[in-house]
T-cell receptor
């Protein structure tokens, strides 16, 4: 089973709302990622978690707050977002170590109004 | 800053024809990934290329890696309509001799296969 599950699939939120995106995998992967993809653009890395610790933060604004409660779960907490943050948010996971396949979830489509 | 450049960005092919997508990158790496993305969908892993000279094939797609030239190719043989999608290459750079799964993607190649 090579599945990364993301919820919700679609989210519309106001600029003053607080919401969360959730990601789950049961492949025993110890590396998990958040990517952001704007329309007609390639994905861009936001965060990397390795063994439940944040290992890379690509200078993402603090209105995005990642959390890794355990080795299977990854959350992205959203607060005070801007309309330009509207995008497809992709969660991914892989076995730790270089060169392993990185599996992507179906994504969460976020619209900020 | 790592740059990953694909060409062409748009590719319109006839069914049955062959073509190649090129992916150039600007830093040392021996980890190169190819993904497919259908409209409104997520990324499907196609290939992971892990060393110089690596070649992998799956169906009508074949990918290769030349780390000395910093070039990967995705070759399409006898295209069929089902191959229509956006194809991304992505590079995992070495930092201090270690890679962290920190992918930088090319711009993507939008492939359309016509009857």
């Amino acid at each position: 089973d090579t599945e990364v599950t993301q919820t919700p699939k679609h989210l519309v939120m106001g600029m003053t709302n607080k919401k969360s995106l959730k990601c789950e995998q049961h492949m025993g992967h110890r590396a998990m990622y958040w990517y952001k993809q704007k329309a007609k653009k390639p994905p861009e890395l936001m965060f990397v978690y390795s063994y439940e610790k944040l290992s890379i933060n690509e200078s993402v604004p603090s209105r995005f707050s990642p959390e890794c409660p355990n080795s299977s779960l990854l959350n992205l907490h959203l607060h005070a977002l801007q309309p330009e943050d509207s995008a497809l948010y992709l969660c991914a996971s892989s076995h730790q170590g270089a060169g392993n396949t990185i599996y992507f979830g179906e994504g969460s489509w976020l619209t900020v109004v | 800053e790592l740059k990953v450049e694909q060409n062409p960005l748009f590719l319109s092919m006839q069914e049955g024809k062959n073509y190649t997508i090129y992916c150039n990158y600007s830093t040392t790496s021996d980890r190169l990934y190819w993904y497919r993305q259908d409209p409104g969908k997520s990324l499907e892993s196609l290939f992971v290329l892990l060393s110089n000279g690596a070649v992998k094939q799956e169906g009508r797609l074949m990918a290769s890696l030349d780390t000395k030239a910093r070039l990967s190719t995705l070759h399409i043989t006898a295209a069929v309509h089902d191959l229509s999608a956006t194809y991304f290459c992505a590079v995992d750079p070495l930092t201090g001799g270690t890679s962290y799964g920190k992918l930088t993607f090319g711009q993507g190649t939008i492939l359309t296969v016509h009857p």
